[in-house]
């Protein structure tokens, strides 16, 4: 069992910047592939981020590439999305999942945190 716990979230202004993270128990962090995703009221989830075991290899959704990142420390235990330029449409709870070792842009992770709130005023 892996359980995950956001925080960071928040409020700020368009072009402002937050940087999430994601906590996780266990000690075996290392053996899993860490992803961002986020819902916006009224749509569906949308993935946003991925990171390999190793953080040898990151992918992103077109909508926030060039404005975030995706790290993570494996001695922490942690996951980080580092968010700049931020625009109103990034405005949702964004959630951290795990995906036993392989990478993937889909939904198909096995755990899930309980998600962050984040906003974007105009």
């Known amino acids: 069992q892996v359980q995950l716990v956001e925080s960071g979230g928040g409020l700020v202004e368009t072009g402002g910047s937050l940087r999430p993270s994601c906590a996780a128990s266990?000690?075996?962090?290392?053996?899993?592939?860490m992803g961002w995703f986020r819902q916006a009221p009224g749509k569906e989830r949308e993935f946003v981020a991925a990171?390999?075991?190793?953080?040898?290899?990151?992918v992103y959704a077109d909508s926030v590439k060039g404005r975030f990142t995706i790290s993570r420390d494996n001695a922490k235990n942690t996951v980080y999305l580092q968010m700049n330029n931020l625009k109103p449409e990034d405005t949702a709870v964004y959630y951290c999942?795990?995906?036993?070792?392989?990478?993937?842009?889909?939904?198909?992770?096995?755990?899930w945190g309980q998600g962050t709130q984040v906003t974007v005023s105009s």
């Open positions: 999942a795990a995906r036993r070792f392989t990478i993937s842009q889909y939904g198909n992770y096995d755990y």
């Open positions: 266990g000690r075996t962090f290392s053996s899993y592939a």
């Open positions: 990171i390999s075991l190793s953080a040898g290899n990151t």
